[in-house]
């Protein structure tokens, strides 16, 4: 019940092109979804997130769709960039004791633009 | 910006040695978490570290896993007798509060022979 639910595992995408990439995940105690952007060798950066009383929100080329009754949000690149090829991964956050959030992470998706 | 950093990129270790991961969290934060990657596998939580003790624990984190934060700037994963299963990339965690983001560091790559 813990667990984030991502696809596609691979995406190509070509520039200019709109990758979508989608999670579900089934536990409404999650209160918190952030996605990652992860290029090789380094570790996951926070590219942006959304609360569960937000339907959409968007920062720069990246949107983020939520649906809470459906379980599942995605995320929106536009007009996507070489530069954007990287394996991105959408998290779900749970409260914890004194405060600390969990991540679970979805599965990654690596997304490729061509030129 | 501030940024986790993480020593070292890569250890090798044999099978059955200890080995303490490094990490210099965010320095005004308070929240600390250690998190693994299997090679092109998802990234998995070990554990969450508050106020000098650890908030949660995964299944994964057993008796030969321990965290510390032994001054004000060190954050540390200890593994008392690796396995090769062990092998993975670990990744630090900090955030400022609960509610604010987990920012990474770039990680460990532990190989283990």
């Known amino acids: 019940q813990q667990q984030v639910k991502q696809s596609p595992q691979s995406l190509i995408v070509q520039k200019g092109g709109i990758p979508i990439i989608n999670c579900a995940y089934e536990n409404t105690a999650f209160d918190y979804f952030p996605w990652y952007q992860q290029f090789p060798g380094k570790g996951p950066a926070l590219l942006i997130a959304i609360r569960p009383d937000v339907s959409e929100k968007k920062e720069g080329r990246f949107t983020i769709s939520f649906n809470k009754s459906a379980k599942q949000f995605s995320l929106h690149i536009m007009d996507s960039q070489p530069g954007d090829s990287a394996t991105y991964f959408c998290a779900a956050s749970i409260s914890l004791i004194q405060g600390a959030q969990k991540l679970v992470f979805g599965q990654g998706t690596r997304l490729t633009i061509n030129p | 910006e501030p940024e986790v950093t993480q020593t070292p990129s890569h250890q090798v270790t044999q099978m059955g040695q200890e080995v303490i991961l490094r990490c210099v969290p965010i320095s005004n934060h308070l929240y600390f978490y250690w998190y693994r990657q299997i090679l092109g596998q998802k990234v998995e939580f070990l554990v969450s570290?508050?106020?000098?003790?650890?908030?949660?624990k995964s299944e994964i984190f057993d008796d030969q896993f321990s965290v510390e934060r032994p001054d004000g700037s060190n954050f540390t994963l200890k593994i008392r007798s690796t396995k090769l299963e062990d092998s993975a990339m670990y990744f630090c965690a900090s955030s400022l509060t609960a509610n604010q983001p987990q920012h990474f560091g770039d990680g460990t790559r532990l190989s283990i022979l």
């Open positions: 570290f508050y106020n000098n003790e650890i908030s949660e």
